[in-house]
C-alpha cells in the first residue's frame, strides 16, 4: 500500500495494528495495508516490534504510530460517520463502545484506544441543515442524548 501524500497519523501506545484490524473489521471500505517494523530497538520498544501501520477508514488513508506512552487522544479530533438509519448507528455505535470504548454525549463515543468518534444519523445533520423551529428541537433532543436515536430526532423535527 503506497503511502498516501495526506495521511492522518494517530499515535497508540503499542496496539496500532490491533486498532487497524478493528475498524477494518468495523467500517466498510476500510482496510489494513502494510505493517513496518522497527528496524533497532527505540525508547518503548525493540527491533522487529510492529512501529508503523498504514490502513484506511470508509477511504480516509490514515497510519497508526506506536510511538509508546506519550500523547493522549482528546475530542480536539474525531472521526465523523454519517449514518443512513438506526440500525447502521447502533452496529458502529455498539462496535466501539462494546469493545472497550465509552459512551459519551451528542453521538460521540470513544474507542478503547481514545480515539473520538461522532456517530451521526444523517437525519440530524438534515435537520440541523433545514434550520427553523425543527433544527431547534431536533438540537436540543440530541442535546439529551449519548447515542442518537433517530426516530426521536425525527419526531422532534416534526414538532
Request: charged content about 20%.
Amino acid at each position: 500500500m503506497q503511502v498516501e501524500k495526506n495521511t492522518i497519523v494517530l499515535w497508540y501506545d503499542k496496539d496500532a495494528e490491533e486498532a487497524a484490524r478493528f475498524y477494518a473489521q468495523t467500517f466498510p471500505n476500510s482496510v489494513v495495508g502494510d505493517i513496518d517494523r522497527a528496524p533497532s530497538d527505540f525508547p518503548s520498544g525493540s527491533a522487529g516490534n510492529v512501529i508503523t501501520v498504514q490502513f484506511t477508514v470508509l477511504g480516509i488513508p490514515c497510519m497508526g504510530l506506536n510511538g509508546g506512552p506519550g500523547p493522549q487522544h482528546t475530542d480536539a479530533f474525531s472521526f465523523q460517520i454519517a449514518t443512513d438509519d438506526q440500525e447502521e448507528t447502533d452496529r458502529y455505535w455498539n462496535a466501539i463502545v462494546g469493545n472497550g470504548g465509552q459512551e459519551s454525549m451528542c453521538g460521540w463515543c470513544k474507542d478503547k484506544w481514545g480515539i473520538s468518534w461522532q456517530i451521526t444519523p444523517r437525519a440530524l445533520t438534515n435537520a440541523m441543515k433545514a434550520g427553523g423551529p425543527g433544527a431547534k428541537r431536533a438540537f436540543e433532543a440530541m442535546m439529551t442524548m449519548r447515542k442518537i436515536d433517530v426516530a426521536a430526532i425525527e419526531a422532534a423535527v416534526r414538532g
